[in-house]
């Protein structure tokens, strides 16, 4: 991912929809000088502020850091990029949206000790989460759910959530998104 690419689709979905700067930063929740800054690449967004805008615009996250939205078969090499931000969560698009199922999947690396949380997405998404490898909890409902390795959980992801590591070592999981039928459409642009 590259803040370049970031730049190019958050500018075409805001052109796209018609929208000037002030009224994306009201359906957003990101600052018009955020946005600004973003779209001329003279700042970099943080993890929440990609999920604002997807939300804002009613889009998967993918829209705006993968090259394509995906359908039919997709292959995902074992070495992809990871998206990382500095003291977030770190993953690696597993499968890009794909509009026939409506869900994008990714694998999240969470570090030793490190806790994300996440502000609720759209109405009616909904999220798996299947912890490949050490341990974490789950904040869903208001209550933090424990997962070791190979346990799954769905929850609603309408809410606030999250995901913590207490131990010491690295936990990473699975985590798939699964939209409602909307409106969702394709943000595209060159690198």
């Known amino acids: ?34 946005l600004h800054q973003i779209e001329r690449g003279d700042s970099s967004p943080t993890i929440a502020t990609l999920w604002k805008l997807a939300k804002g615009f009613h889009l998967p996250l993918t829209a705006f850091i993968e090259d394509m939205i995906q359908t039919g078969d997709t292959f995902t090499p074992a070495r992809k990029e990871l998206i990382s931000f500095p003291g977030s969560i770190g993953f690696h698009t597993v499968f890009p949206f794909d509009p026939v199922f409506g869900s994008e999947t990714f694998l ?71 939209y409602p039928k909307t409106t969702l459409f394709e943000v595209t642009g060159e690198d």
């Open 108 to 178: 999240v690396t969470l570090e030793a000790e490190q806790t994300h949380t996440s502000n609720s997405h759209d109405v009616g998404v909904v999220e798996d989460v299947f912890v490949t490898k050490g341990e974490m909890e789950i904040l869903f409902d208001g209550r933090w759910k424990r997962c070791r390795c190979g346990d799954g959980l769905r929850f609603r992801a309408d809410q606030p959530h999250g995901y913590r590591n207490l131990h010491d070592e690295q936990a990473q999981f699975h985590n798939t998104l699964h």
């Open 1 to 34: 991912m590259t803040d370049k690419k970031i730049q190019i689709k958050l500018k075409a979905a805001r052109l796209k929809s018609g929208l000037s700067l002030s009224r994306t930063a009201e359906l957003t929740g990101v600052s018009k000088a955020m």
